[in-house]
């Protein structure tokens, strides 16, 4: 599964507020503890750390002339 910024934050909050059920886009779970919950936190922590290192990063070129 792909996760994003929103995923995160939203685990971070339900864990912050001490609710076990989280709601990602179309689904509802339920964590059975805050241990499970900190598990899938670290694993979005780490899903998105390896997208981030993935991505190329954006190279310009710079063309200069006389302009005759």
């Given at each position: 599964m792909a996760y994003t910024e929103?995923?995160?934050?939203?685990?971070?909050?339900?864990?912050?507020r001490g609710t076990r059920t989280v709601s990602f886009a179309d689904r509802s779970v339920t964590y059975a503890n805050d241990a499970e919950m900190r598990q899938v936190e670290q694993d979005i922590i780490n899903a998105l750390a390896t997208v981030s290192t993935t991505r190329r990063s954006?190279?310009?070129l710079a063309v200069a002339g006389k302009g005759f």
């Open positions: 929103a995923d995160l934050t939203t685990i971070r909050t339900a864990r912050l954006k190279q310009i």
